[in-house]
RNA sequence: GGAUGGGUGGCCGAGUGGACUAAGGCGACGGUCUUGAAAACCGUUGUGUGGGAAACUGCACCGGGGGUUCGAAUCCCUCCCCAUCCGCCA
């Protein structure tokens, strides 16, 4: 959530940076609705001070009828208060309604658009784009191939959208997890595997919305539990509510999980194979930073991406989000998209963000640097390491040999225990 | 899943309806003393949000939400969490 004041002060920059994202938000309904809910809070305050004045002096009482008249005194004015607290609490519902669904505001930088089309491509990895001197094969028939997936058995079990990995897919599987933890612990990363539950509140404050007509959460029946769409939403959360000191800051972590998306609305778009799913395992990035520090390490988290994919020797391009393409939280997003030669061209494989002080709004979380009075919000960041199923599109797909072998990316050698993944 | 006990300031911990304006201790910070330090002694002490140039001051906050009451840390309801024991279990 943005700062309400901030709100108030620079209504119309926040209404032309949800022009930008092209979010419909009535702003300026927010900015009459706070200026009411001031005034009201005002006029319950002083109520309240009455009451307590009067509370006080009933205990002081001289005798029996001056404290039944105080007491008279003291349930009328209350009656008055619980209306204008009624009247309050409505106006404050309407105006957290409102306010929940303006997003952040996005960096000077980040290119304006609508959306995707608009990203700008910054540069590229380090890995050429592959030349094959034959018809290279897409991961879906790779993988039948090399027996590495069982969509159907996937579907059979679970429905359209699941899959069982077998086999060298397997150990890929690991081998990824295990080579982008390495990376980061040697960056000084906190490694972590996350519950894949949370509870709503805290998806909430993720900015996530667990239950709604389009939403991408699985939730959990009779319970206030969902499954976590990203590690982001458990790491984010381990330090709700919570005050920080600020030399304890920057806080990094990487977190392992399975994401689950419901993908509501997405059939039909990219959805063979691996590329689009219902489950996933995910090595996320989080870390929390003082406000002065969250856009260098944005960067950071973003070269440790491209490091990562640098290593694994996967052609990619990095684009900076469209302001429409950012969703509600982030401030600025870079987007690693990894070359798929079996769709003939880019496919998103990481996201970074900066989602500055506005999850930690919503999860309240702050810092405090010793010394000085008061608390400040911190600023979170997230992004993936290696999210296992595009991941695994890229290496195949681009490490394919005419005979329908895969080349196993060198620092996933040793772990894999193999330089070649071949037929079976 | 069942039983019991708990959740109070940075930490420990007292507090069963009106002096809680939350005791006391620890820690931290400042001071006295000292060449310096320790000890001792003295003082200070949270968060949020309003008002005010400031001094200062209003309101809210004792796990969350709701209720009873003129008045709630304290009583009631509900949810969450923690501990211990039992059951089940990888």
């Known amino acids: 959530m943005l700062d309400r004041k901030f709100i108030v002060e620079n209504a119309e920059l926040v209404k032309q940076n949800c022009k930008n994202r092209g979010i419909d938000v009535n702003v300026d309904r927010f900015v009459e609705l706070e200026s009411q809910r001031k005034t009201l809070q005002t006029e319950v305050e ?113 429905g359209h959208g699941f899959y069982f990995l077998k086999n060298d897919a397997v150990l890929l599987e690991l081998a990824l997890q295990r080579y982008a933890l390495e990376v980061l612990i040697s960056e000084g990363f906190t490694p972590m595997t996350t519950p894949d539950l949370a509870r709503n509140d805290i998806l909430e404050g993720a900015g996530y919305i667990p239950r709604g007509p389009e939403t991408q959460i699985y939730s959990i029946a009779d319970t206030e539990l969902s499954l976590i769409a990203t590690a982001e939403i458990t790491l984010g959360g381990m330090l709700a509510g919570r005050t920080i000191d600020a030399e304890d800051l920057p806080i990094k972590l990487c977190g392992i999980s399975h994401c689950f998306r419901t993908e509501a609305g997405a059939h039909g778009r990219a959805t063979r194979g691996l590329f689009r799913v219902h489950q996933f395992t995910k090595v996320e990035m989080f870390a929390f930073t003082l406000p002065e520090e969250s856009d260098s390490m944005l960067e950071h988290l973003r070269d440790l991406e491209c490091r990562l994919f640098d290593g694994l020797g996967v052609p990619y391009r990095v684009v900076d989000t469209a302001t429409g393409d950012l969703g509600g939280p982030a401030w600025r997003k870079f987007d690693l998209e990894a070359w798929m030669p079996g769709r003939d061209e880019y496919g998103e494989v990481t996201s ?22 008061g608390t400040r919000f911190l600023h979170t960041l997230n992004g993936t390491a290696v999210a296992v199923s595009r991941a695994i599109i890229a290496i195949l797909e681009n490490h394919q040999q005419p005979d329908g072998s895969v080349v196993v990316p060198e620092v996933l050698r040793e772990m894999m225990g193999k330089e070649r993944i071949d037929c079976v």
């Open 46 to 158: 002083e109520l309240n001070r009455e009451a307590n004045l009067l509370s006080k002096s009933i205990g002081k009482a001289k005798d029996e009828a001056e404290r039944n008249a105080r007491k008279e005194k003291g349930r009328r004015l209350r009656e008055k208060t619980n209306q204008e607290r009624a009247e309050l609490d409505c106006l404050a519902a309407e105006l957290d309604a409102i306010h929940r669904t303006i997003p952040n505001m996005a960096h000077p930088d980040a290119p304006l658009g609508a959306d995707d089309k608009s990203n700008l491509e910054l540069f590229k990895g380090k890995t050429p784009l592959p030349e094959f001197d034959f018809k290279p094969l897409d991961h879906v028939d790779l993988a039948e191939r090399l027996d590495l997936v069982d969509f159907q058995s996937g579907a059979q079990v679970a």
């Open 352 to 373: 970074t963000s900066n989602c500055t002080d506005y999850q930690a709004r919503r999860l309240n979380v702050r810092y405090k640097i010793k010394g000085e009075k």
